[in-house]
């Protein structure tokens, strides 16, 4: 998760909403990502989409099976359905997403019983670091005004609060 963390300040830099997710595979780190949103004008451009292509032309194969996802914030509904759909077994975020989460806050697409893949999902994991960087870009963004409306929802919405116990990766 700290590899993870390090993409997402790489993001900020970047003037991203700092997200950012790594692959591991054999305890090896395999792929990093961060959100390109921005930078590509692709509204699909999340991390975790990022990193799972990425992992997935690196091992030749569209089906993770022996991997492990971290991210550093909850993943929303198309992230957690392109989780389900690479066959991830194991996904780790830091900070819960109340206003989009699908592992869990809004929707649980991991959980869906009608699904034929239910990753193994926890959250929480260096939780209060991956927040305060989304609070940090949203309230500096705010003050540039550049991103009025995306501030107040997923600022609001991340939970700083959620303990960060574990280890990092
Ligand atoms: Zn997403």
Known sequence: MRQALRQARRAFVLGEAPVGAVIVRDGKIIARGRNEREAKQDPCAHAEIVVIRRAARKLGSWRLTDCALYVTLEPCAM???AIVLARLPR?????????????????????????????????GLLAAEAGQLLQDFFRAAREKKVY????????????????STAQSV
């Open 79 to 81: 992230c957690a359905g």
């Open 91 to 123: 996904v780790v975020y830091a900070a819960a997403d109340p206003k989009s989460g699908a592992c869990g806050s809004v929707l649980n697409i991991p959980a869906e019983k009608k699904l034929n893949h239910h990753p193994a999902v926890s959250g």
């Open 148 to 163: 009025p409306r995306p501030a107040a929802s997923l600022n609001s919405g991340v939970n700083s609060e959620q303990a």
